[in-house]
């Protein structure tokens, strides 16, 4: 199962996200379900470092992130956490077998 934490400050500001595990959905390298997860993580992380210059701190290997965000988030750093995090979301909404959801105060 893939768990993803989302973690907000008591403000409701994206703090840290979290990514681990394996849906089993299929093998190694044609789980479709993974393939969805890791897609939506990478684009954060383009999103971020390439397009708004505004690194996450953290590490992302395969089949597990954990990205921390700096604080106070520009407006367009909110945007793009916000949708990936909506698409995680959704993602576990549609494979509640496979991904599970948690946002959680920090």
């Not at 400050?9 to 840290?16: D, K, L, Q, V």
């Not at 093998?27 to 390439?50: F, H, K, M, P, R």
């Not at 210059?53 to 921390?68: N, T």
């Amino acid at each position: 199962m893939i768990q993803v934490r989302l973690w907000r400050t008591a403000a409701g500001e994206p703090a840290r996200l979290t990514v681990t595990g394996h849906a089993d959905r299929g093998a190694y390298g044609q789980d479709i379900v993974c393939a969805a997860a890791s897609a939506l993580v990478e684009t954060l992380i383009i999103g971020l470092n390439t397009v708004l210059h505004e690194s996450p701190m953290g590490s992302v290997d395969p089949g597990d992130a954990d990205l921390a965000f700096r604080q106070p988030l520009s407006s367009e750093a909110r945007a793009v956490v916000e949708t990936i995090a909506a698409g995680l979301k959704d993602l576990a909404e549609t494979e509640p077998n496979a991904v599970r959801f948690d946002e959680r105060v920090r």
